[in-house]
């Protein structure tokens, strides 16, 4: 089986092919950062146009790099939700009409559930069954998976995504867009013991979080010492990698788990995996990632989440197109 996946669902159009017999045999993605960074952020109607103008293009990169005529494809899967429900179509509609044109199946993926298993695209697979820490720009999720397709949601940000977190503080700062990776990288000049910012909702019990406060934190702290930007953003991203690993170890105990995945563009953060690393060491935990070209939205991890759900039988059987701009993940259905 032969699955072709596009993500578009924010502001990178992501493809990528994966083989029953070969894994993942080609992937490309077209990134707006360019597009966006003159707006300070994600502007919807042009992330739209542009994955209307990119995806046909980069579907037609993949298959040449991969070697698959397009009669070959077996199935079609498409980020259907969350998302911005305009970028969302874009790929909603070329999936389906492409699929109907074929007389292939189609299905619309979860965009969390993609990120979930991207580390089983890497050739060291985490096992079954494993607490999964999902941290993007939207996102901030604590999920028990027992298995594909089976979701607890254990923890979720009462507020801001911790992504959402790092962009808005950077933003503060004056860094840019995107803000988190400019904030990384500033964080890198900063003194750890500088300022010591909270530690929000670790003084208490529970997996929940909440990064809005640690954002007017370092808000509040930039506009006493402005001079000090380096050592704001080192505080930041100290305080908020530490709030993930005391949650994640947490969830870990909770479970009885000895297995940790950690995904999303936020798990691409150096700080984030020394502090998780050094958890799983402390307590017996294997952590694992996805390669830090799979962190981000991309289409891999779609034809991914796709592939298991086609093999299993579940498709769109009237190519309606249709997309859940919000959508938990404890809705989706066991493979």
């Not at 985490?126 to 996102?139: E, I, N, R, T, Y």
């Not at 933003?171 to 995107?178: D, E, F």
């Not at 402390?282 to 034809?303: H, K, Q, R, W």
């Amino acid at each position: 089986m032969i699955t072709l996946g596009i993500e578009s669902s924010c502001d990178e159009t992501g493809i990528g092919i994966y083989s029953s017999d070969d894994g993942l045999i080609s992937h490309k993605l077209f990134s707006q950062v360019k597009l966006h960074a003159e707006y300070g952020g994600v502007v919807p109607e042009l992330a739209s146009r542009d994955h209307i103008q990119k995806a046909i293009p980069l579907i037609k990169d993949a298959l040449k790099e991969s070697n698959v005529k397009l009669n070959q494809l077996t199935g079609i899967a498409y980020t259907a939700g969350p998302g911005l429900s305009g970028a969302l179509l874009v790929g909603s509609s070329i999936a389906q009409s492409l699929a109907w044109g074929l007389g292939i199946p189609a299905l619309g993926v979860h965009h969390m559930e993609g990120h979930l298993l991207a580390p089983l695209l890497e050739s060291k697979k985490p096992k079954f069954p494993f607490v999964a820490l999902l941290v993007s720009g939207g996102h901030t999720l604590l999920v028990d998976v027992p298995r594909i397709g089976e979701y607890k949601i254990l923890g979720e940000s009462l507020d801001d995504a911790v992504g959402e977190g790092f962009d808005k503080t950077a933003k503060i700062l004056g860094l840019g867009y995107p803000g988190g990776p400019a904030l990384a990288n500033l964080a890198k000049k900063g003194y750890k013991n500088r300022f010591t910012f909270p530690r929000p909702m670790t003084d208490r019990p529970g997996l929940d979080f909440s990064f809005s406060g640690l954002k007017t934190f370092a808000r509040n702290t930039y506009f006493d010492f402005p001079d000090e930007k380096a050592n704001i953003a080192k505080a930041f991203e100290v305080a908020a990698t530490e709030t993930l690993t005391i949650k994640c170890n947490r969830a870990i105990k909770h479970t009885g788990y000895k297995t940790l995945v950690v995904s999303g563009g936020v798990s691409a953060n150096l700080s984030l995996r020394q502090s998780l690393n050094q958890m799983g060491t402390e307590n017996d935990v294997s952590v694992f990632y996805p390669a830090l070209n799979f962190c981000t939205d991309n289409g891999a991890m779609i034809a991914l989440a796709g592939h298991y759900r086609l093999l299993a039988g579940q498709s769109n059987e009237n190519y309606e197109i249709s997309i859940k701009p919000r959508w938990s993940l404890e809705e989706l259905l066991p493979v």
